[in-house]
């Protein structure tokens, strides 16, 4: 694994961890009896929830980059559309 993706699922298995944690005891027992986990498995939680943002964070990737990609052939359709139309012009 890439190490700046291991430490990025490190630090957000912190961040969830600390969320269960700022939580009331009710929360947390709440929040880990969800996710179907006893009291001892709050770090296996943690590393779950991690492993959900390193998943949406890729597929947000994914969407940027394909909606810059179409971006780019608009534009690239836009030039010709107008290169096609000044041609026209001059050759009257």
Do not use: W
């Amino acid at each position: 694994m890439n190490p700046f993706i291991a430490g990025l699922r490190d630090y957000f298995a912190a961040a969830a961890l600390t969320g269960f944690c700022a939580g009331t005891s009710t929360q947390i027992n709440f929040i880990i009896t969800d996710a179907g986990v006893l009291g001892e498995d709050v770090a296996k939680a943690a590393y779950m929830f991690a492993d959900a943002m390193l998943t949406e964070k890729a597929a947000h990737a994914e969407r940027e980059r394909l909606e810059k990609e179409q971006a780019k052939a608009r534009r690239a359709t836009e030039r010709r559309s107008r290169n096609g139309r000044r041609s026209r012009v001059k050759r009257r």
